[in-house]
């Protein structure tokens, strides 16, 4: 039987990147993927004429991913074709109003200037100040361990600049709206963005607000689609040795008397051994199901079903014979700030389906950046809007039909003139369906919730303090999740091999 | 007896001061601060993760 130095449980992309550094480093390396296809949340499927993402829809933060590329000793451009897209997205109001922003800080203020003058100003102050926080290093912080309250503490020595940045961990992402911006719109045209962390407005730790400041440093798409990025990965580690292996689902992590992890068994039977096991996995499902709660201490048993799942989003994806009036890659649909934040308490929390006139959300037209995605003169317009996994009083698969074409109806009739007329091919992802197609519980994008209480330390350790040998990446440990966050967790965890085992 | 008394007082004062700032705080934080407070006893257990 081959034994591994490391056999890693998920091809997504904290895994293969764990993987992929690791093989770089002269280990032999073995990824397990339960699918029959590589990425998990950051992929591409061939429906038909059309290529559709399910899942992330454009990458940024690249600094980060520029750091993981580095490791495998190349850089994220020369390995994947990267189109910037510019405007970086447009706000549709609830007034049917339109505001487009685009890459420039100046040329977005100007645009901010013409529906609130004194937010010019105010926008500028906010670009200003999350700037320092870049040009301090703060990125660094996502992709630092942060196992132990060591590790917290050092990371303040290390990067003075979230010193300076503390309020912001403390703040909500509202507050920081609010802190620089007089005008409901405007703070509308930046709402939405705090679900890119899982949250609403009122819930997303305020450091957060730096995403649609972060879009200004640019936004990607990786020609040929999301799946792109992976691909890239798993090519990389390939020529270091690296093994994956897809349709190949563990069901079993082996862990000895002593409390270690030996390898995994798989569902057909075969058993792999290797000296240490990486998890990519949500921990949940990887502490509760597969190590097993015979081999867990009471606390970690405790600490780990304390969690909240993350949210889930039901997510359409159309095929379509026309042009769509879009302006930009991403379109946000928003609503007023308050009336957000009241759906995520008082109905999403709930299990409340929205009605399509209560919806908000995002639209992805991937095609205005990539035409290769779809036929000559066909477009992708992909949905992404509100539906939490859990519903009340009714299941996925008894809405999914109804649920898809009235907003797809509502949104032809409101937003996008034609939509409903020219849709070739409708492929709908519901939060069940993701929990089915990735075996990731309640189709938690992010695995768990992302507020103060489930940052850093307070997230999975990388380096499990339960059993030895056994390490996490992912949207399950720190930085959480989202495409450069979760490469940066793999990164992590190949750090700690390497120092550790 | 009057002295255990004294300090049922104080520590219901606290209470009740702690009470009327809660209340006097915007909708928006009450949500905010009653669902943290509830994640705080989680916090221990996360930690050792």
New interface residues.
């Given amino acids: 039987m081959t034994q591994y130095d490391a056999v890693i449980i998920g091809a997504g992309l904290g895994g293969l990147t764990t993987g992929a550094v690791l093989a770089k480093r002269g280990k032999k390396v073995l990824v397990l993927e339960q699918s029959g296809q590589i990425g998990g949340c950051c992929t591409t499927y061939e429906v038909g004429k059309y290529k559709y993402d399910i899942g992330a829809s454009v990458v940024e933060m690249l600094p980060i991913i520029d750091g993981v590329f580095a490791e495998l000793g190349t850089t994220f451009e020369k390995e994947v074709d990267l189109i910037q897209c510019d405007p970086i997205y447009s706000v549709i109001f609830p007034d049917n109003s339109r505001l487009t922003i685009p890459m420039s800080v100046e040329g977005a203020a100007d645009e901010i200037g013409k529906i609130s003058p004194e937010d010019r100003k105010g926008f500028l102050e906010y670009a200003k100040t999350f700037e320092a926080f870049i040009e301090g290093n703060g990125l660094d912080f996502f992709t630092m361990p942060m196992n132990t309250l060591g590790d917290f503490m050092g990371a303040f020595k290390k990067i003075p600049v979230l010193a300076k940045f503390n309020k912001y961990f403390f703040m909500t992402y509202g507050d920081v709206l609010n802190k620089f911006f007089k005008s409901p719109k405007i703070k509308q045209s930046m709402a939405y963005q705090s679900f890119y962390s899982g949250h609403s407005p009122e819930q997303a730790v305020g450091i957060f607000a730096i995403i649609p400041y972060m879009e200004h440093k640019g936004i990607y798409y990786p020609r040929g689609g999301m799946i792109k990025i992976p691909q890239a990965i798993q090519r990389l580690g390939e020529k270091s040795g690296l093994e994956v292996r897809v349709n190949a689902e563990v069901v079993k992590v082996i862990v000895d008397d002593s409390r270690r992890a030996k390898g995994v068994v798989l569902k057909n039977g075969e058993k792999i051994e290797a000296k240490v096991v990486v998890s990519n996995i949500n921990a949940r499902k990887l502490y509760i199901d597969l190590v097993g709660e015979e081999n867990l201490p009471s606390i970690v048993k405790t600490g780990i079903k304390s969690y909240n799942l993350s949210k889930s989003t039901p997510y359409i994806c159309l095929g379509v014979d026309y042009d769509p009036p879009l302006d930009a890659h991403h379109t946000l649909v928003t609503r007023d700030v308050e009336e957000i934040n009241a759906f995520w308490w008082e109905k999403y929390r709930k299990g409340y389906l929205p009605t399509p006139q209560e919806q908000f959300g995002l639209i992805c037209c991937p095609t205005k950046a990539d035409p290769s995605l779809a036929p000559k003169g066909h477009h992708i317009v992909a949905l992404d809007f509100q539906g939490p996994f859990k519903l009340a009083g009714q299941t996925w698969d008894d809405v999914k039909e109804e649920f898809s074409e009235s907003l797809v109806s509502y949104l032809s009739e409101r937003i996008i003139p034609g939509l409903k007329d020219h849709v070739q091919d409708m492929t709908v992802s519901t939060p069940l369906d993701f929990e089915r197609r990735l075996l990731n519980p309640g189709g938690a994008f992010y695995c768990f919730q992302q507020d103060l209480s489930a940052q850093a330390v307070f997230r999975p350790a990388s380096k499990s303090k339960a059993i030895k040998g056994l390490y996490l990446a992912g949207a399950s440990t720190h930085p959480g999740g989202g495409v450069p966050t979760v490469m940066a967790s793999g990164v992590i965890a190949a750090n700690q091999i390497v120092q550790y085992e | 007896m009057k002295h255990n008394l004294l300090w049922l007082w104080i520590v219901l004062g606290i209470l009740a001061v702690i009470a009327i700032v809660i209340l006097c705080l915007p909708k ?1 934080k009450r ?2 601060l009653s ?2 407070l509830r ?2 006893p ?8």
């Fill in positions: 928006s949500r905010f669902y943290f994640q705080v989680s916090l221990i257990a996360r930690y050792f993760v």
